[in-house]
């Protein structure tokens, strides 16, 4: 047997650098887009907003249920300000299925609590309540800015962003310095800080009339009324979420990666968003649906195991008169998700031979879930064969793995949540490193190959 053939036998996953060193320059192209989409979409209702700028620009309408959709139209629906859902007609009949990109849009970060403000010693603090998986430790002494909608007295509504701007103040979580921190040394890393100690600085100066009490917390409670016409009641009726201040930023000298907070899971999505963009007159109908709440479980109106996302599906197949059953029956799904991106520094927590790596393509992996594949969908071979054939076949670079060693813990993604309503599910996702910190890493041919999938996906036929 010659050597060509017997290579052949082995499964290798490879760069893509190494195997399609042609699209590197496209891959750069499409990232530059998408660090924009990072820097105008840290909360899920601001990546709701842009998006909604883009399928606007690109065509697309507003979907009125009822309404008679042919082939080729493009409609869209927004879901409370916080999920994305967007469709192109295809030309067969919905009772052929539909084809689904779905990813979520929320990322870890701190929220305020109902009532967050207070004074300590002359210092005026927001309380927060972590949202998501963090690592408390990650979150102290680094930029943070405030965002969100406070919705006032009167029932009008107001947006918050402070800390993004150049000329903007921003705001950080302190930590205790080394000379004095011989107990927290011994606590273990999970507890050195806690949920408690998550309290973000905003303020030292006080009112200026000494008789008054919390002079530093009436002088912030004074600034917001005169920029926001709100008051401390207001607090109650908000969603102001605490993140990172950093724009997205290329890694490395060779630029071949991106640093940037909200990488899980807008690193899907904005390729997802975008394939769904750019399929025109496809064979089956498209679906592009970014979803909220995956990171505390998915529930709620805004998350994917509530029925917005099918009922928006069922709409779909009323319009054309289908049994939309007979169409869940037959469409298809990628689940899309980051997942971890083997880390040389930390190898241990890596079985090498199902690892997925940055710079090797989009991740497929047939299940997700905790140690013996608890709350997974795991995917049939033969939806496994239908995806790999499909990147195969357009020279899409892939690899398939796990997130890491079984018994290290594990992940959820919302693929379950599609598969229980009788939809062939896979899950596919860039792989990230540092993941749920606020600053993951991502390599920019992987966002491409996402992008190639997604579309490939969108306009396949079979």
Not at 156 to 183: N, Q, R, W, Y
Not at 268 to 288: F, G, H, Q, R
Not at 299 to 323: E, I, K, R
Request: proline fraction near 4%.
């Amino acid at each position: 047997m010659d050597k060509e053939t017997l290579k052949s036998l082995l499964y290798k996953n490879e760069t893509v650098a190494d195997l399609a060193p042609d699209m590197l320059a496209q891959a750069n192209a499409f990232c530059e887009g998408y660090k924009v989409f990072l820097d105008k979409g840290k909360t899920e209702r601001e990546v709701c907003a842009y998006s909604e700028e883009l399928l606007k620009q690109a065509g697309y309408r507003v979907f009125v249920p009822g309404e008679a959709l042919n082939p080729g139209d493009k409609v869209y629906y927004i879901n409370r300000k916080k999920c994305v859902l967007a469709a192109t007609i295809g030309q067969k009949n919905l009772a052929e299925g539909f084809h689904l990109n779905i990813a979520h849009i929320d990322s870890p970060r701190l929220d305020l609590r109902p009532v967050p403000l207070y004074e300590g010693n002359d210092f005026a603090y927001f309380r927060t309540h972590y949202y998501g998986g963090v690592r408390k430790y990650q979150w102290p002494t680094i930029p943070l800015a405030l965002h969100g909608v406070i919705c006032r007295a009167d029932g009008s509504t107001v947006d918050v962003c402070i800390g993004e701007k150049d000329d903007d103040p921003v705001f950080c979580i302190t930590d205790l310095l080394p000379h004095l921190a011989a107990k927290q040394n011994e606590k273990n890393l999970s507890e050195g800080i806690t949920g408690e100690n998550l309290n973000v600085l905003i303020a030292s100066t006080p009112v200026e009339d000494k008789e008054l009490e919390s002079r530093v917390k009436l002088n912030v409670l004074r600034m917001l009324n005169e920029t926001y016409g709100i008051t401390e009641k207001d607090f109650t009726r908000a969603e102001i979420e605490v993140v990172p201040a950093f724009k997205a930023r290329d890694i490395g000298l060779d630029r071949a990666m991106i640093g940037s907070y909200g990488h899980d899971d807008r690193v899907d999505a904005y390729p997802a968003l975008m394939a769904e963009i750019e399929t025109k007159n496809p064979v089956y109908t498209s679906v592009c649906v970014l979803t909220d709440k995956e990171e505390t479980g998915s529930d709620g109106v805004t998350g994917l195991n509530s029925m917005y996302t099918f009922h928006f599906l069922q709409q779909l197949c009323a319009a054309q008169n289908v049994d939309y059953i007979t169409a869940f029956q037959a469409s298809k799904c990628l689940s899309a998700d980051v997942t971890a991106a083997y880390d040389p520094s930390f190898s241990d927590a890596f079985e090498p031979n199902n690892a997925t790596y940055a710079g090797r393509g989009i991740a497929v992996y047939k299940y997700t879930g905790a140690r013996g594949k608890s709350s997974t969908n795991d995917a049939p071979a033969e939806t496994v064969s239908y995806l790999t054939r499909l990147l195969d076949r357009n020279n899409i670079v892939w690899q398939i793995g796990e997130m890491g060693k079984i018994d290290l813990g594990g992940g959820g993604t919302v693929a379950k949540y599609v598969a229980n309503q009788d939809i062939d599910t896979i899950d596919i996702g860039v792989p990230v490193l540092s993941m749920h910190s606020p600053y993951e890493v991502v390599s920019k041919s992987d966002v491409y190959m996402a992008y190639l999938t997604f579309k490939t996906f969108c306009e396949d036929c079979e």
